[in-house]
């Protein structure tokens, strides 16, 4: 089965331009999450969705970051416009609803690594 | 707000030394999960421990979560340099609560084994 799909990769963009980070979660699983790593900070939520509804999005860090899901295969983090500080590497991941006591296990893309000049 | 305080955050050792990795919070969790992220990838989960006291295995990798539910630890057995990369622990709150289905993460903790 694939896994969860992020594109691009990579991406260099200078201050100022929108970006547009895409996410393709793992067919089935009904809860997608926006994550950005950084030595400094960690692993930080953005931003997450159950059903295409966004459920918590009190880690988005300034009104410049906004991310939807028009549907259930599919999700976008859009920074715009873009700084510096920006740059990192944003994680999208996804899960299914578990039992009582969590959720299944988050399965992660590979990550889209940002660079802001 | 939840937090999960990891430590050591940087640990080199040499091949088939022992290592323990812990991972604490003031807050009570309904499971915490192990994962590790090496370079270029996403974070892969090692374990889940749901009840408090208990002990999973994963080969030379001992996971344990305290009886209070409150802190976790990683111990690995005769590291080898396979073992790199950055381990991640992570706290879930049941179904119930105001975060089912979020993750709190802690900071990491990047090991080194040298051959």
């Known amino acids: 089965d694939a896994g969860v799909i992020q594109s691009p990769r990579h991406e260099v963009t200078e201050m100022g331009q929108e970006v547009t980070l895409r996410c393709k979660p793992i067919?089935?699983?009904?809860?997608l999450f926006w994550y950005r790593q950084t030595m400094m900070r960690g692993l930080e939520l953005l931003i997450y969705f159950n059903n295409n509804v966004p459920i918590d999005d009190s880690g988005m860090p300034e009104d410049r970051f906004s991310a939807k899901m028009p549907n259930a295969s599919f999700s976008t983090l859009k920074i715009q416009p873009s700084e510096p500080r920006d740059s990192a590497v944003y994680f999208c991941?996804?899960?299914?609803?578990?039992?009582?006591?969590?959720?299944?296990?988050?399965?992660f893309g590979d990550g889209t690594r940002l660079s802001i000049l | 707000t939840q937090l999960l305080e990891q430590s050591p955050q940087f640990l080199s050792i040499q091949e088939g030394e022992n290592l323990t990795v812990y991972c604490n919070s003031s807050s009570v969790f309904s499971s915490l999960q192990w994962y590790r992220q090496e370079p270029g990838e996403g974070p892969v989960l090692l374990v889940t421990v749901v009840t408090g006291g208990e002990v999973k295995k994963l080969k030379r990798l001992t996971f344990q979560f305290g009886d209070a539910r409150k802190d976790s630890s990683l111990h690995i057995t005769a590291a080898q340099p396979g073992d790199t990369g950055l381990y991640l622990c992570?706290?879930?709150?049941?179904?119930?609560?105001?975060?089912?289905?979020?993750?709190?993460f802690g900071q990491g903790t990047i090991l080194t084994v040298h051959p």
């Open positions: 991941a996804s899960s299914t609803t578990g039992g009582v006591f969590s959720n299944q296990p988050q399965h």
């Open positions: 992570a706290g879930a709150q049941g179904a119930g609560g105001t975060s089912y289905g979020k993750l709190t």
């Open positions: 067919s089935g699983h009904d809860y």
